[in-house]
Structures are given as C-alpha cells and as structure tokens.
C-alpha cells in the first residue's frame, strides 16, 4: 500500500453533506432526547496531524475568546429556550475542541454556571469536556472538580518524546502524566486519555509502554486512536518530503494488535471501535449517542447538530460567526435535510463504530432489517474481512476498524468499491 491509499484510512469527523440546501435553523420535536456539543475553536498552536475547525497563535487572545464566549452564549439561549418549550431531555454534553480548558479559570466557571443554569440539566448523565496538558492548572482543575458528573478528557497521544515532538504537539511528557495527578488529586471522578499508534517513527514498544504507562497512571477511560493522515496537514507534508516516515499498513495492524491485547490484559474493556473504559460509569455516553444517530445539537463555530433528519453546520470562520451572532443571526450556517436512504446510511456509518452494533437498533429506529436494505454492502464487507456479521450484530474487524474511512465512504457511497491495494 502506497502513501495516497493510506491517505483514504483517514475517517472523517462529520459526514459528508451538501450543506447551503436548508437555512441552518435547528428544529426540535417535542419530547425529544437530545445531547449537546459546545464547541472552544482555540488552541496554542496546530498539531500536524490535526484538521480540526480552529484558530491558533496570536490570534487567540483574552478578548476574542470573551467575544467568542459571548456569541456562544447568546446561540446557546435562543436554543435553551427552544429545548425546554419541546421540554427535550438534555442527557449529555460534551465540551470539545479545539481546547475548553485553553479558557482563562474564569472564563471556564462562567461557562459551566451559564450551561448549568440556561439548560434543564436535570436529567444530564455526564458533561465532558477535553483538555490539553499544559493549559490544565490547577485553578482549572478545582473548577471543573466542582461540577457534577463531570469527566474529563486529556490529549496525550504518546510517551515517546521523539514522536511526539515530530507531530508538533507541544507538551512534554511529564506535564502529560503531572496533568493525570493534578484531576486525580483535585478528585475529578473521571479522568481519561487520548493515545494515537502509527505515530512516525512508533513501534511495537511505544505502544506497550504507552498502555502501560497509562494503566500505570489510574486512568477510567482510555481513546486508542491510529494516526489519521489527512491531505495537506503538515504530517502529510512532512512524510511527502520524507522529513517522516509513515508507519506501514503491517505496521498499525501490529500496533493496534499489540494495543487491544494489552489494554484487556491491563483491566480495560472494549466498548466501540476506539473506546475502552475501566467500567460501565466511566463510557463516554456522548460518543456512544451519536454512534447509535441520535439527536444533537451543537454550538458555535463550525459545530455541527443532526436533529430532526437535517444536519446543519454552523459559520465555519470565527469572525464571522461572532459577527453574525452579534448582529441577530443565531443560526449562522446552512444545512441538508436527509432523505430516508441517507438518513439510514448516516445511522448505518456511525453505528459500525459500536461494539457490537445490535440489528435491533437499526431495526427499532427505522423498522427494517439492515440486512435487508443493505444486505450487498454487508456482504461485500464481510467478504473483505471488513466486518462480520451475523442474526444479532455486526462488529468491525481489525482491518475493518483501520480502514474505516473507506467503509464510510462505501456506505455513503461516495466510492464505489474499497479500493483493491488496501486489502
Ligand atoms: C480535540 S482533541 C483533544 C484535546 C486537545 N485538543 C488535545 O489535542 O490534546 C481530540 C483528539 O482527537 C485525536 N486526533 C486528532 N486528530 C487526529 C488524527 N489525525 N489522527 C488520530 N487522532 C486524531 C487526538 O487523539 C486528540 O486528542
Ligand atoms: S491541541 Fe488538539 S485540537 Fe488543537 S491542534 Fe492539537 S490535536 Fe488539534
């Protein structure tokens, strides 16, 4: 496999869609389950690897982050309003990026008090919120100690200096583990991790001492993801030039393999395709909810919300979604509504993700065998080693979990076959 068939593994974080076909504006059903996602576009600089919607560098200030914070909240009351006139049951909220706890200490308490006093939490199972090392203090931490049911998430990617320096991220190794003490300490009930294998230059070993270092920490929650190569981010630049050396597609099965086996061995179970937890209270419930298609709104630049059959994608440029929240418009992006067959494709791509995805979830949300609608992709996956597939579940093999971006093209049919070199 050359390095432009590698390319096609990357997944994508939001489906495909032809948004600018609806106004962007969210409706809700009365009496819905919804979860909501608040999006801080801010980091100190861009990981190679990452193609996240994002500003970095001097542009990330104090007041633009108070300007930003302000639209927010004003998209974010328009909706509460709304939510609470179809009386939705709020049942989780993730606060992702970009970096939340990049926020001054007192920006992020004004942000919890506003969400925990603008939506009905009442009936909220977790608020997670995702954190870079070296921006996480311990003013922060005694903050977010303080919310309930909180969990939070912290990119570490690797114990290896090396290889984390060649990706760009810019902590060391030992404010990766103090940043795991200091949210144990302040008695955060639930702290995880984020690890990427197949990291240039990554063995065998790294991904052993990764694993272990971590069960070594304590952590409840564990993200074990493969380097996603993206076109044009600085990682590919880099490995087009052979300034890096990209791990071979042997390479990750081994990795990944050597992972998952010692993560088991270590006390952690399996619970999607990427997702491990020491126990059922620490699953992160919001990835869970959008794997089974369920509804969502998000806010603020670039987040996306799927409620009601239409997925919308808010203002993609910060100055311009704070101008346009200012000036009275609060939904600043546009949207597609799906057609049924979309809407099952969409529901059919996230699900795989799942460990095990039950025929019966396809079956209660759209009263049909997914079998029977999509028996020849099913079968034409299975036959790769994809997936397997019987009367109760469809699960991703490893291959299958590796090559996940070609399987959501193929299932969103914007490819028509997995292409023959990455068998
Ligand atoms: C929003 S970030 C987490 C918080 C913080 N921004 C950080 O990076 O430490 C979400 C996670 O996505 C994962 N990620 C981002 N880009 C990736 C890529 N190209 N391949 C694999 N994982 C990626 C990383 O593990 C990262 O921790
Ligand atoms: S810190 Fe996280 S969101 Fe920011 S650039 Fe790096 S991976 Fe992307």
């Given at each position: 496999m050359?390095?432009?068939?590698?390319?096609k593994?990357?997944?994508r974080?939001?489906p495909?869609?032809?948004?600018?076909?609806?106004?962007g504006?969210?409706?809700?059903?009365?009496?819905s389950r919804?979860a909501?996602y608040?999006?801080?576009?801010?980091?100190?600089?861009?990981c190679?690897?990452?193609t996240?919607?994002i500003v970095?560098?001097?542009?990330?200030?104090?007041?633009?982050?108070e300007?930003?914070?302000?639209?927010?909240?004003?998209?974010?009351t328009?909706?509460?309003?709304?939510?609470k006139?179809?009386?939705?049951?709020?049942?989780t909220?993730?606060?992702g990026?970009g970096?939340?706890t990049?926020?001054g200490?007192?920006?992020?308490?004004?942000?919890?008090d506003?969400?925990?006093?603008?939506f009905?939490?009442?009936q909220?199972?977790e608020?997670?919120?995702?954190?870079?090392p070296?921006?996480?203090?311990?003013?922060?931490?005694?903050?977010?100690s303080r919310?309930d049911?909180?969990?939070?998430?912290?990119g570490?990617?690797?114990?290896?200096?090396a290889?984390?320096?060649?990706?760009?991220?810019?902590?060391?190794?030992?404010?990766?583990a103090?940043?795991?003490?200091?949210a144990?300490?302040?008695n955060?009930k639930?702290?995880?991790?984020d690890?990427?294998?197949?990291?240039?230059?990554?063995t065998?070993?790294d991904?052993i001492?990764?694993?272990?270092t971590?069960?070594?920490?304590?952590?409840d929650?564990?993200?074990?993801?493969?380097l996603?190569v993206?076109?044009s981010?600085a990682v590919d630049?880099k490995?087009?030039?052979?300034?890096?050396?990209?791990t071979?597609?042997?390479?990750?099965q081994?990795?990944m393999?050597?992972?998952?086996?010692?993560?088991?061995?270590?006390?952690f179970?399996?619970?999607?395709?990427?997702?491990?937890t020491?126990?059922?209270?620490?699953?992160?419930?919001?990835?869970?909810?959008?794997?089974?298609?369920?509804?969502?709104?998000?806010f603020g630049?670039?987040?996306?919300s799927?409620?009601?059959?239409e997925?919308v994608?808010?203002?993609?440029?910060?100055g311009r979604?704070?101008?346009?929240?200012?000036g009275?418009?609060?939904?600043?992006?546009?949207g597609?509504?799906?057609?049924?067959?979309?809407?099952?494709?969409f529901?059919?791509?996230?699900g795989l993700?799942?460990r095990p995805?039950?025929?019966?979830?396809?079956?209660?949300?759209f009263?049909?065998?997914?079998r029977?609608?999509?028996?020849q992709?099913?079968?034409y996956?299975?036959?790769?080693g994809?997936?397997?597939?019987?009367?109760?579940?469809?699960?991703?093999t490893p291959d299958g979990?590796?090559?996940?971006?070609s399987?959501?093209?193929?299932?969103?049919?914007?490819i028509a076959?997995?292409?023959s070199?990455q068998h």
């Open positions: 050359d390095t432009s068939d590698l390319k593994l990357s997944v974080y939001h495909s869609v032809e948004v600018g076909m609806t106004s504006v969210r409706t809700c059903r009365p009496d919804v909501i608040i999006h801080i576009p801010f980091c100190a600089t861009r190679h690897f990452c996240f919607a970095t560098g001097k542009s990330v200030t104090h007041d633009i982050m300007d930003y914070l302000e639209a927010l909240m004003k998209e974010m328009h909706y509460a309003a709304i939510l006139e179809q009386r939705a049951r709020i049942e909220i993730q606060i990026g970096t939340p990049i926020l200490t007192g920006q992020l308490q004004h942000l919890f506003f969400v925990l006093e603008t009905d939490c009442s909220l199972e608020i997670i919120v995702e954190g870079f070296t921006t996480i203090t311990k003013d922060k931490v005694d903050v977010l919310i049911r909180l969990k939070l998430n912290i570490i990617q690797t114990f290896n200096e290889n984390l320096a060649g990706v760009g991220r810019r902590h060391s190794l030992s404010d990766a103090s940043t795991v003490k200091l144990q300490d302040a955060i639930s702290v995880g991790v690890i990427i294998f197949g990291l240039p230059g990554s065998i070993d991904v001492n990764d694993v272990n971590i069960s070594t920490l304590g952590v929650h564990l993200a074990l993801y493969p996603w993206y076109e981010t630049r490995i087009q030039r052979g300034a890096l050396v990209r071979r597609f042997e390479g990750l081994q990795q393999a050597a992972g998952q086996e010692l993560l088991v061995a270590n006390g179970e399996r619970y999607t395709a990427f997702h491990y020491t126990s059922d209270a620490h699953k992160h419930q919001y990835g869970l909810w959008q794997m089974r298609a369920r509804e969502w709104i998000g630049m670039a987040a996306m799927y409620m009601n059959g997925v994608l808010n203002e993609k440029v910060l979604y704070i101008e346009k929240v200012r009275g418009l609060l939904d600043t992006g546009s597609q509504r799906f057609t049924s067959d979309e809407e099952m494709r529901a059919l791509q996230y993700r799942l995805y039950l025929l019966a979830q396809f079956r209660e949300s009263g049909c065998d997914v029977e609608v999509y028996g992709e099913l079968q996956l299975s036959a790769l994809l997936i397997t597939c019987d009367e109760r579940q469809i699960d991703l979990i590796l090559k996940l971006g399987i959501e093209k193929y299932i969103t049919r914007e076959a997995i292409p070199e």
